[in-house]
T-cell receptor, first 113, second 110 residues
């Protein structure tokens, strides 16, 4: 079966622009996670969805970051007024239930010029 | 969530066993110990997890100290494809966050 997919694989934008990153989880997985990974660091938790609702968004760095999962499947991470410090690989993961094994996508590499 | 401490890097010869240590001295009774690994240019992948007893699966073994303040991931015969960053993570049964830390970068020497 298909794994977690993320689009685009690469995104280059200019400082101040708005970007959307998409995650398609494994079908039937109720839990969905977003992480951010900077060079040489481990993934950093951003937000967790259980179904359609954001059960834990404590990792979002500021109010420029927002994520949605309106139908409990596909999720979109939205970043407003991008800054150079937002440049990183954004990883999405899904799991069958909140405490199950997480399956990660390949990530979206965001570069803010 | 409690944090973990791992060596930054380790080396192993191909086809030799590898023991990757992790210290988690502030672990609580409800924390599970998870291991994930990340191959170059890929997302992390699950390796193994446990609570108190040692665990074995097709990829690796997990040895957990009796006081649970440390654990060791064991790769029985390292292959070149095992070269990756290995993350030891504690996960509470009441929390949904994974704190990855910086992990151990494993180099496998042919």
């Amino acid at each position: 079966g298909a794994g977690v997919s993320q689009t685009p694989s690469n995104k280059v934008t200019e400082k101040g622009k708005y970007v959307e990153l998409r995650c398609d989880p494994i079908s039937g997985h109720t839990a969905l996670y977003w992480y951010r990974q900077s060079l040489g660091q481990g993934p950093e938790f951003l937000i967790y969805f259980q179904g359609t609702g954001a059960a834990d968004d404590s990792g979002l760095p500021n109010d420029r970051f927002f994520a949605v999962r309106p139908e409990g499947s596909v999720s979109t991470l939205k970043i407003q007024r991008t800054e150079r410090g937002d440049s990183a690989v954004y990883l999405c993961a899904s799991s069958r239930d909140p405490f199950g094994e997480q399956f990660f996508g390949p990530g979206t590499r965001l570069t803010v010029l | 969530d409690a944090k973990t401490t791992q060596p930054n890097s380790m080396e192993s010869n191909e086809e030799e066993p590898v023991h990757l240590p992790c210290n988690h001295s502030t672990i609580s009774g409800t924390d599970y110990i998870h291991w994930y690994r990340q191959l170059p240019s890929q997302g992390p992948e699950y390796v193994i997890h446990g609570l108190t007893s040692n665990v074995n699966n097709r990829m690796a073994s997990l040895a957990i100290a009796e006081d649970r303040k440390s654990s060791t991931l064991i790769l029985h015969r390292a292959t070149l494809r095992d070269a990756a960053v290995y993350y030891c993570i504690l996960r509470s049964n009441t929390g949904n966050q994974f704190y990855f830390g910086t992990g151990t970068s494993l180099t496998v020497i042919p």
